[in-house]
């Protein structure tokens, strides 16, 4: 089976842009998760979709905004983009199956390496 | 406030030697522990997940620990090799979904030859 995998892979914005990352899942995963990674906070989870629905969302501001198709794969919106957005936006697949879905093993992709200037 | 501290933050150790790894949690009520592997440059890899019955899960040469009542896991690199070098991270939920995924900084390890 093909791993997650992400795209782009690196990318350069200047503050006040929006940027627009994509994410693949393994076939027949039906959830996807977002996570940002810095060096000081580690990783933040942004948020989750399943069956092109949110599921569960963390604490990111309004700007941090996410979709799903029907295919599973999802995008992860960050608009008016500042400085401090600059990180390591990871997606990961899994089943999805249970309920609370927080025990499913999750499969991480590459990441995408934002530098927001 | 929920919180997963890993010490320490980063470890240098020679081939072929054994290291421990520390996790402390404050997650309440606790659902699950993950160590997961970071490589450079890479995604995190899931090594191992216990849930509050377990006290021990095994990878290969990682061994995980977990005592629910202190609120701690380690986790343990035998015979240690070159490409263990990573991040290892543990990530703790609780109860009610993704709203309490815990993620640790993480414990950079170097294994030098």
């Known amino acids: 089976k093909a791993g997650v995998t992400q795209t782009p892979r690196y990318l350069i914005k200047t503050r006040g842009q929006q940027v627009t990352l994509s994410c693949s899942p393994i076939?027949?995963?039906?959830?996807v998760s977002w996570y940002q990674q810095t060096p000081g906070q580690g990783l933040q989870f942004l948020f989750e979709?399943?069956?092109?629905?949110?599921?569960n969302k963390g604490n990111f501001p309004g700007r941090f905004s996410g979709r799903q198709f029907s295919n599973s794969r999802s995008e992860m919106n960050v608009s008016t983009l500042e400085l401090g957005d600059s990180a390591l936006y990871l997606c990961?697949?899994?089943?999805?199956?249970?309920?609370?879905?927080?025990?499913?093993?999750?499969?991480f992709g590459p990441g995408t390496r934002l530098t927001v200037l | 406030k929920n919180q997963v501290e890993q010490s320490p933050q980063s470890l240098i150790i020679l081939e072929g030697k054994n290291c421990t790894l520390q996790?402390?949690?404050?997650?309440?009520?606790?659902?699950?522990l993950r160590w997961y592997k970071q490589d450079t440059g890479r995604g995190p890899v899931s090594l191992t997940i216990?849930?509050?019955?377990?006290n021990t899960k095994s990878n290969g040469r990682y061994t995980a620990t977990l005592d629910a009542d202190t609120k701690q896991s380690s986790l343990h690199i035998t015979a240690s090799q070159l490409s263990d070098s990573a991040s290892y991270i543990c990530?703790?939920?609780?109860?009610?979904?993704?709203?309490?995924?815990?993620f640790g900084i993480g414990t950079k390890l170097q294994v030098i030859p």
């Open positions: 076939s027949g995963h039906r959830s």
């Open positions: 996790c402390n949690y404050t997650v309440s009520p606790f659902s699950n």
């Open positions: 990961a697949s899994s089943s999805g199956q249970r309920t609370s879905g927080t025990t499913d093993t999750q499969y």
């Open positions: 990530v703790v939920s609780g109860s009610g979904g993704y709203q309490k995924v815990t």
């Open positions: 979709y399943f069956s092109e629905t949110q599921r």
């Open positions: 216990m849930t509050f019955s377990e």
